[in-house]
Structures are given as C-alpha cells and as structure tokens.
C-alpha cells in the first residue's frame, strides 16, 4: 500500500487541512485554504517530472540550465469539487493543459455514470494528474481512470485532499499503476459514503451550496 500511497506530511499541510476540517470555518477561507493545500500537493506529486537542458542568457553569462521535458501535463478535474483542486495546481503548472471529467452515481445501481469528458490530445505522451478532494468510495475515481486510459493515457497519478482506507483499497484494486498522493488517510465511511472524520462535502464548503 506504501507504494500505491503517499501521504503528504508537511507541517503546513497539515496545519491548512485541520483548518479546513473544522465546521465554523467559512466558505472563503475553505475555498483559500484549497487553493493553497493543492499547490503544496502538487509540489509532491510533480517531483519526479522529466527535465532537460537548455542554453539561457543570465545577466552576467550564458549557462545551461534545466527546464521540464516533453509534453506539456495534462490536469483533469473530476467535476466538480475537483475544480477546487485544479485551481491552485494551475498557478503552480500553467501552462497545464486541462480536462474535465463529470460523472454522477446511478441510485439504483450506485455505479458512476458519464455525463461529461472533454481531455486533452495526445494523452499517451502527457504525464496525466487527475484531481478530486476526496476519495472516498473510489468507484467514480476508479471509472474516470478507467476513461483516461481508454482515451490513451498510460502516465497517471491521482491527487486527492482526503482518502478513505474503502477508496484507496478499491484504486490499487483497479488501478495498481496509479500513485495517490494524498494530505491524510482518513478512518473509514459511514452508511452514506462520507469520509470519517473527514470534512463533509468538499463541493458544497467549497461553492456555498447545500
């Protein structure tokens, strides 16, 4: 599971999550608290990205110096607490291209349904993060990964806020090749889905809705 899993211990990270847990804490300051914990995330989740070399001009000489290889990253939100997510890992990378991916979970059958997906070209040669806040049942998470791969991505990591044992269980299951980098490994899911402890439903602290 270590493998499958990182958990992003940083004291600041931490410390923002816990404000963001916490019941009274208002819908700007979560929404701010977001965009600053994602651009912390995404600092661990990119560290292994390809670099190459280039001729700069400094003030005083010219050097070689690195600067990142290849295609450019692929972000996907999945709609639509993910866009919380996304918008503070594009003023980190933005020159990211960016997809969207909107499922919703059929009540009879409880399994994710498509509704939206709107990706990058060229995913086989993006590295690919797809970003949501929690991951908690991982059925609709494990789907979406199961999209950007029939769409050709085969570099994928996921970036979630919060992770349940249920949905970090049900991805390695699905998905082995997709690293998780995560702030907190949570208890477990109540009767409803919802992560525990966690911090309620992302998308609505986020956008205010009930």
């Known amino acids: 599971m270590s493998e499958h899993l990182t958990i992003v211990n940083h004291p600041l990270v931490q410390h923002k999550l816990t404000l963001m847990r916490k019941k009274d804490t208002s819908t700007a300051v979560f929404r701010q608290l977001l965009r ?35 295609k450019k990253l692929a972000l996907v939100s999945i709609l639509r607490a993910g866009n919380g997510l996304l918008d503070g890992v594009l003023e980190l990378i933005p020159s990211a291209r960016v997809g969207f991916v909107g499922l919703y979970r059929d009540e009879a059958t409880l399994q994710p349904v498509k ?55 049900r991805m390695a299951e699905a998905h082995p090749d997709v690293p998780i980098v995560t702030a907190a490994l949570d208890e477990r899911l109540n009767d409803k889905g919802y992560i525990l402890p966690g911090l309620g439903d992302a998308g609505d602290r986020m956008f205010g809705t009930k």
């Open 36 to 70: 600053e914990i994602s651009q912390l995330l995404a600092y661990e989740i990119t560290h292994d990205l390809a670099l190459t070399m280039t001729t700069v001009e400094t003030p005083l000489m010219e050097m070689e110096a690195p600067v990142l290889a290849g």
């Open 115 to 169: 509704y939206y997906f709107k990706v990058p070209t060229e995913l086989a040669d993006r590295r690919v993060i797809v970003v949501d806040p929690m991951l908690a049942t991982g059925n609709s998470s494990a789907a979406a990964v199961s999209m950007l791969k029939e769409a050709g991505a085969r570099d994928i990591r996921f970036l979630c806020l919060l992770a349940a044992p249920e949905g970090v269980a």
